[in-house]
Nanobody, 123 residues
């Protein structure tokens, strides 16, 4: 069983930065990991994914060049560094543990989810 706990959300002005963390209990060493978000009134959206060894990453176009996903397997933690934040980035952000091996942008391939952390970007 894997449990994921996100932290680091908050209120920030447009152009600012936040770093989200996702601490995992249980073994996630061989799993890809992902970040998703759900904005008010919208469907859940894939944001970023990282391979089990951290050597490959994948981003939705809207965050490329602004967000960086990383992981520290020794600490069982995944991070999402968010820079140049925009009001449209406002959402609840969720960390998820994905499949062994390949990354995925589809939420159906992620078996474990955190409770989410709120990110609010003011204009």
């Amino acid at each position: 069983q894997v449990q994921l706990v996100e932290s680091g959300g908050g209120l920030v002005q447009a152009g600012g930065s936040l770093r989200l963390s996702c601490a995992a209990s249980g073994r996630t060493f061989g799993n890809s990991m992902g970040w998703f978000r759900r904005a008010p009134g919208k469907e859940r959206e894939f944001v970023a994914a990282i391979a089990w060894n951290g050597l490959s990453t994948y981003y939705v176009d809207s965050v490329k060049g602004r967000f960086t996903i990383s992981r520290d397997n020794a600490k069982n933690t995944v991070y999402l560094q968010m820079n140049s934040l925009k009001p449209e980035d406002t959402a609840v952000y969720y960390c998820a543990a994905g499949p062994q091996g390949a990354m995925s942008k589809s939420g159906v391939n992620y078996a474990y989810w955190g409770q989410g952390t709120q990110v609010t970007v003011s204009s």
